[in-house]
């Protein structure tokens, strides 16, 4: 029976796994970023998981840092280093930690931002029954260029109907993703415009 401790055992082992193989490569880009953007080539970031607890969240930094005082859009920031780590997901492979601690599990709802917490209705808040995730439904149906409420849909949908048969579509879908890359970002935004409820 899939339940959520088959599922823990799966991400700690897939995730151990992973960070077996993709550690050069972290470390190689990390590198090359931490030279490239002349500061800390991660990027750490307060996020809501299951039931709403914050923890911290690790990616590979794509953009250049901002100043309380630039009002510099997030589509100038963006370098081009970045753009291509984004395209392949290469900037979400030190979420392998976030996996690993129990923060977040492979396959799940993309962590949102902090302040969206107290705009969720009860319907939307669903979407932290489950540990957030790397990859999810609503990544594989779109990504950033996807509505809100189409979000939404995807992500209560996969909270409702979990199971295993589930998590490999969505991985097996996520790996042909990786390959032919579509949907990144939505229109006239780097990542996700924001949402206000």
Do not use: C
């Amino acid at each position: 029976m899939y339940n959520k401790f088959v599922k823990r055992v799966i991400d700690i082992f897939i995730a151990l796994l992973a960070l077996v193989i993709f550690s050069p490569l972290i470390l190689l880009i990390s590198l090359f970023m931490g030279f490239y953007l002349r500061s800390n080539p991660f990027f750490v970031q307060s996020r809501p998981g299951k039931d709403g607890k914050i923890f911290k969240m690790i990616k590979l930094k794509t953009m250049r840092d901002i100043s309380n005082s630039d009002q510099t859009d997030d589509r100038q920031r963006l370098t081009k280093a970045g753009i291509i780590l984004r395209k392949f997901s290469i900037d979400e492979l030190p979420e392998l930690i976030n996996v690993l601690n129990g923060d977040m599990s492979l396959i799940g709802p993309r962590p949102l931002l902090t302040k969206y917490l107290e705009r969720y209705n009860p319907y939307q808040l669903q979407r932290h029954d489950v540990r957030p995730g790397i990859t999810g439904l609503a990544q594989i149906k779109g990504r950033n260029s996807l509505k809100w409420n189409q979000k939404f849909r995807y992500d209560i949908f996969y909270v409702k109907k979990l199971s295993f048969k589930l998590d490999v579509y969505i991985l097996t879908k996520t790996i042909a993703n990786l390959i032919f890359p579509t949907n990144i970002n939505s229109k006239n935004h780097a990542t996700m415009e924001e949402f206000h409820g």
